[in-house]
């Protein structure tokens, strides 16, 4: 008895130092070698500063931004230091009253859509910071946006095709749009188009003819 | 369901079966010392281990020696990660300076963690230091997860061996499952899941600058942590705005890694598997799903090796995949067919190419319907319980499949080792029912079961089903129990029936919407967790050394033959039947009058 107690010990100490310290330290060696970018959370830099995870969801509420998932993180939604669902049963009342207001919000914010709402954009996501919505639930949000901002619906409904990811290997998960990335790309475009000259051409930062 | 949904499920399945086999054969070598070429290199760390704990190859063990090996082992693995916890602040590794958890949420953490059910009453990114992660819980993944391994193979030496009174070394059993299998495979998934987008680094959140400030309210707290109350008694709520965005990281991949393959499934987030970075793409879900599985299951081929009849691990693993497949096949319909509530509100629920319909509350646009209905199938029918979506918001049917997959006794692929050594306890009960029908003594590989194996077998079989049935029993009469409830009505039963199912069977995952870190569930799960662990491996253990002590016995024209399909029916007939009887009642006061309101109010 004696003696096992003293081989549990050691066995303990050792397998617990390798599979707790070795194996980590190895992982995150090899990770920040050849992945740098990924094991460091995949961040987004512009202009020298971090604006987001291409993982990790934020919040949208102004009519120029698709907005993404609903997010049931506490105190504020997406909050990426506390991750959480809902927990909502599927015949909680608080559910019914909680997608109430989402339809309602949603409607709200474009009048002339009339298309059934997907129900990805009505249903909180389960860890409370999915990155993404469903290729019917960025569409159907493409007039408002368009109109928001003075775009044709053509020029930002191909923002969002051209920003959908497939099936990965054409097989695994669900056809996406990353919102994050979406709403950035929608930025750049009003951006260049706002440093367009009134009735000019348009005008690449390499095109000095 | 949609094509590529069928096509998902397919290849899951096909994928598992096709990769168990090759590891079983594997595992079969390195068990039987025979270790193959390709990890001979790791052979030195093996003697140096061995040598530096002066445990000895040949020195092998009566089942009483083995078992007390094993408790003292896991006692002292309780005993170091409830220090971990409470000394955390003062050890290195905690960048965040997060405070010491609470005594009671310590000890049912250790617990959880030491009896590789890796239940949750805390959420990882604001509890738990960087070292206490993977030094107490990371390490625990793997050492759990082997001393359910050399449970089996021990049981299996039960089986092999004649007239012996030794079951072989539980430390080299121990060493080998973690060095030989668990460390490689390990080390390769939390490589391919970094490639994918888990993080790994052992520096502090990262804080980005939001595109857009989130305006949000919040109660005031008073300088003791509890929100200050206005004269009507309620709390006041200041609002604020916030222009960055704190995202959690950490040395996350090497975690998910072990907790998906040692079946152990305790998150490094709050989320789990649904945290963008523990589970990022759907292929990093896929391989995550597989490695839920794998292990169990080629576990089975394994077994038939060790006893020298491979058609008789393919039999347990063939029953296994049959209820497996049925249940999900029940899972995904349950979440596809979605929640009525949302057509009635006019709600676009079909699935299509441009989005995965169905029930979506609590489930991640990437993963959709059917990968979130696998995976909780998948770490239900294993012990695992890591979760890809969230189950309290699972619609009735679909949350009824995995807490009856847990109430099954985790023996449908079930935990590394336990899994198959829970199985091969049903497989005595069969032959013992069917040596009633016929009027023969059963037999199973040669050994005669008899009474003292039965006696053992009943045990292990009984004390799961107690420990759930009395455990819920007493949280729905407290107001202690009853208080931790989230969702009210049929539902609110179901979370806390769901809770101590997967306790009382080393799942893990939950209903998560019941507050369970309270002193009440701390402690009574946590009581749950280690008898339900430690109650089967002891009986499992005196099998195995009653078995060993015998002769072993010719097939005869009286044998009842455990490699047929008529086996396969009567194995699954017996763990069904047992499961159903045992908890019909329960579940009729949960999931199902659930579902029959869901249905009757529309």
Known sequence: MLNELKRALVILGVLSALTGIAYPALVTGVAQAFFPAQANGSLIERDGKYVGSRLIGQYFVDQRHFSGRPSATAPMPFNAASSSGSNLGPLNPALEQTVIARIEALRESDRAQTAPLPVDLVTSSASGLDPQISVAGALWQVPRVARARHLPEQTVRELVLARTEGRQWAIFGEPRVNVLLLNLALDEVAAETASRPPGGRDRGPGDDG | ?602
């Open chain 2, 1 to 602: 369901m949609t094509g590529n949904g069928i096509l998902q499920l397919v290849l899951y399945v096909v994928s598992l079966l096709a990769l168990a086999w090759p590891l079983g054969a594997y595992m079969a070598r390195v068990y039987e010392g025979r270790i193959p070429v390709f990890m001979a290199w790791l052979r030195p760390v093996e003697r140096a281990v061995c040598r530096l704990a002066s445990v000895r190859d040949d020195d092998a063990m009566p089942w009483t020696r083995y078992a007390i090996a094993l408790l003292v082992f896991n006692l002292l693995g309780v005993l170091t990660v409830f220090a971990l916890q409470r000394l955390q602040e003062i050890l290195p590794l905690n960048p965040e300076g997060l405070a010491a958890p609470a005594s009671d949420l310590a000890f049912n953490t250790a617990v959880s963690f030491a009896t590789n059910t890796n239940w949750q009453a805390y959420a990882g990114e604001s509890t738990m230091s960087y070292l206490t992660q993977m030094f107490g819980l990371g390490a625990q993944n793997f050492l759990s997860a082997a001393s359910g391994m050399a449970v089996l193979v021990a049981l299996a030496r039960g089986f092999v061996r004649r007239e012996a009174t030794a079951i072989g070394n539980f430390w080299v059993d121990l060493l080998r499952s973690v060095l030989y299998i668990l460390l490689p495979l390990s080390i390769a998934l939390a490589l391919a899941l970094v490639g994918q987008g888990v993080v790994q680094t052992f520096d502090g959140h990262a804080t980005i600058e939001l595109v857009e400030p989130v305006g949000f309210e919040q109660a005031r707290l008073g300088p003791d942590g509890q929100p200050i109350r206005d004269a009507q008694g309620q709390p006041v709520i200041e609002r604020s705005v916030t222009r960055e965005q704190t995202i959690a990281v950490g040395p996350v991949a090497s975690q998910i890694a072990i907790k998906q393959l040692g079946t152990n499934g305790g998150g490094f987030f709050n989320a789990n598997s649904a945290h963008p970075f523990e589970n990022p793409t759907p292929l990093a879900n896929f391989l995550e799903m597989l490695s839920i599985l794998l292990i169990p299951a080629a576990l089975c081929i394994t077994f038939g090796m060790l006893v020298g009849d491979r058609r008789q691990g393919a039999t347990l693993l063939s029953a296994m995949t049959l209820v497996f497949v049925a249940l999900l096949a029940v899972c995904v319909w349950a979440e596809q067919s979605g929640n009525p509530l949302f057509d009635r509100l006019g709600v676009d629920t079909r699935a299509s190419e441009l989005q995965a319909g169905g029930n979506m509350e609590g489930k991640e646009t990437r993963f959709g319907v059917v990968a979130s209905a696998v995976w909780a199938t998948a770490t239900t029918a294993a012990s695992n319980g890591s979760v890809s979506a969230m189950h309290d918001s699972f619609t009735p049917l679909g949350g009824l499949v995995p807490m009856w997959l847990m109430q099954l006794g985790e023996v449908i692929f079930g935990g590394v080792g336990s899994g198959l050594y829970g199985m091969i306890v049903f497989a005595l009960v069969a032959v013992f029912v069917a040596g009633l029908m016929i009027g023969r003594t059963p037999e199973y590989l040669g050994k005669k079961i008899e009474a003292f194996e039965v006696k053992m077998a009943a045990v292990a079989i009984l004390v799961p089903p107690l420990l759930v049935l009395v455990g819920t029993a007493v949280a729905v009469v407290t107001d202690a129990g009853r208080s931790g409830i989230a969702n009210p009505g049929a539902h609110g039963f179901s979370e806390v029936l769901y809770a101590f199912s997967s306790a009382g069977n080393n799942n893990g995952s939950a209903f998560a919407g019941l507050s369970a870190n309270t002193p009440f569930y701390n402690l009574l799960l946590g009581l749950a967790m280690l008898f339900a662990r430690y109650w089967l491996i002891v009986p499992v253990l005196a099998i195995a050394g009653s078995l060993a002590a015998k002769k072993s016995v010719p097939t005869g024209a009286g044998t009842l033959p455990t490699h047929t399909p008529l086996f396969v029916l009567l194995l699954i007939g017996t763990v069904i039947v047992v499961g159903a009887l045992t908890f019909l009642p329960a579940l009729a006061l949960g999931p199902i009058v659930e579902h029959l309101q869901m249905i009757g109010s529309h």
